[in-house]
């Protein structure tokens, strides 16, 4: 299983980005699918998390700015970015917990990561 993001990228304040995560291989069921972030000497946070099919949680920090969705179609999960702040700036993650096989164990996967700066 592999899970690929992008999308990052230079963006004034107030400015907004799209994320996208495209995860492939052999997948029997995913349990949930989210967004995390880590910035610059700190703990990679929590930021967007959807508990299929339909459950979503964001951080306090961005609910109302940004927005989790999927398109199961294209196996790609993304986070739409708006009224970013400097504070926003870090590298983000996509995670998924899944299971590869019918009776296997869940288990976590993560993305490489994207970078977000905002900065005038």
């Known amino acids: 299983v592999q899970l690929q993001a992008s999308g990052g990228g230079l963006v004034q304040p107030g400015g907004s980005l799209k994320l996208s995560c495209v995860h492939s291989?052999?997948?029997?069921?995913?349990?949930?699918l989210g967004w995390y972030r880590q910035a610059p000497g700190k703990q990679r946070e929590l930021v967007a998390r959807?508990?299929?099919?339909?459950?979503?949680t964001y951080s306090d920090s961005v609910k109302g700015r940004f927005t989790i969705s999927r398109d199961k179609s294209k196996n790609t999960l993304y986070l739409q970015l708006d009224m970013l702040n400097p504070e926003d700036t870090a590298v983000y993650y996509c995670s998924a917990d899944l299971q590869r096989r019918r009776f296997a164990f869940p288990e976590n996967f993560w993305g490489q990561g994207t970078q977000v700066t905002v900065s005038s």
């Open positions: 959807v508990d299929i099919p339909d459950n979503i």
């Open positions: 291989g052999t997948i029997y069921s995913i349990r949930s």
